[in-house]
Nanobody, 125 residues
Framework: QVQLVESGGGLVQAGGSLRLSCAAS??????????IHWFRQAPGKEREFVAG???????LYGHSVKGRFTISRDNAKSTVYLQMDSLQPEDTAVYFC?????????????????WGPGTQVTVSS
């Protein structure tokens, strides 16, 4: 069974940066062929698409983070990264890594097959 572990969350001041990592292990599917996503969920809000990267390195960003966040992947390490710059208090949420084993990047959380437990990101004003 695939395990996804997010790391890199924490507390940062507005305008600061964080780099999240999502490491996959125990997977039987080809990581390099999968689409990997980041979603986030703030208290009392619905889960929101943040960014996704396809097998062909196609990337897609949510409207609220475009231009500030950068997603990348290292297939040799089965790891995906989310570089978050110019963080704002509204970016405060639990960030989840999600894998779609086959198919393209999707902004719909229901299209992902596997999820990590999440990592908390808190941005203070």
């Amino acid at each position: 069974q695939v395990q996804l572990v997010e790391s890199g969350g924490g507390l940062v001041q507005a305008g600061g940066s964080l780099r999240l990592s999502c490491a996959a292990s125990g997977h039987t599917f080809s990581f390099s062929s999968a689409a990997i996503h980041w979603f986030r969920q703030a208290p009392g809000k619905e889960r929101e698409f943040v960014a996704g990267i396809g097998w062909n390195t196609f990337v897609l960003y949510g409207h609220s983070v475009k231009g500030r966040f950068t997603i990348s992947r290292d297939n040799a390490k089965s790891t995906v990264y989310l570089q978050m710059d110019s963080l704002q208090p509204e970016d405060t949420a639990v960030y989840f890594c999600a894998v779609r084993r086959r198919g393209l990047v999707s902004t719909s959380s229901s299209d992902s097959d596997d999820w990590g437990p999440g990592t908390q990101v808190t941005v203070s004003s």
